[in-house]
Nanobody
Framework: QMQLVESGGGLVQAGGSLRLSCTAS????????MAWFRQAPGKEREFVAR????????YYTDSVKGRFTISRDNAKNTVYLQMNGLKPEDTAVYYC???????????WGQGTQVTVSS
């Protein structure tokens, strides 16, 4: 089993920034593709960003391109999501997730709340 623990959420005004962290344990972190998802109240969970095992490839959903940056530090077993230019519509619970050999994310964190006030 892999355990994922997110941190860094909070309340911020529109235009502000937050940095989310997700620390993994229990498996070889560097073997996993890591991703961030989010779920707003009353909405389905949606993909936000992902990063490859070797940090060479990143991918973002269109709504966060140019504002969010995903990164990872394999030595620290941690993936980050730097969020700049936050908007009220970014308000959601943010989850990190991990997958290794398939397109299915096998492991999920418990989530961290991000609230952006207008």
């Amino acid at each position: 089993q892999m355990q994922l623990v997110e941190s860094g959420g909070g309340l911020v005004q529109a235009g502000g920034s937050l940095r989310l962290s997700c620390t993994a344990s229990g498996r070889t972190f560097s073997r996993y593709v890591m991703a961030w998802f989010r779920q707003a109240p009353g909405k389905e969970r949606e993909f936000v960003a992902r990063i490859s095992q070797t940090v060479t490839n990143t991918y973002y959903t269109d709504s966060v391109k140019g504002r969010f940056t995903i990164s990872r530090d394999n030595a620290k077993n941690t993936v980050y999501l730097q969020m700049n230019g936050l908007k009220p519509e970014d308000t959601a619970v943010y989850y990190c997730a991990a997958r290794i050999d398939s397109q299915v994310y096998n492991y999920w964190g418990q989530g961290t709340q991000v609230t952006v006030s207008s």
